[in-house]
């Protein structure tokens, strides 16, 4: 697998939007997430919908989330 090529430029931006210390872990979050993601319309959707849940608090718990899957995984 091909890796994706990022420029010095990009990496030297987000370098500069981190505070003067930082773990590895942080400046990788911060280059991997401002690649740009292309959305369809309905992506889109579902996105505003999953935060207007996290904003009711209309929320599983990861022990809710094991018994739905095995009741639908079967």
């Known amino acids: ?3 994706e090529m990022i420029s010095k430029t990009k990496v030297e931006e987000q370098l500069k ?7 590895v872990e942080d400046l990788i979050e911060k280059l991997y997430s401002t690649e740009k993601v292309d959305l369809d319309a309905h ?3 579902m996105i505003k ?9 209309d929320l599983l718990s990861q022990e809710e989330m094991k018994k739905l899957d095995s009741k639908w995984l079967g």
């Open 17 to 23: 939007s981190l505070p003067d210390e930082f773990s």
């Open 49 to 57: 919908m999953s935060e207007q849940n996290i904003k009711d608090g």
């Open 1 to 3: 697998m091909p890796h």
């Open 43 to 45: 992506q889109i959707e």
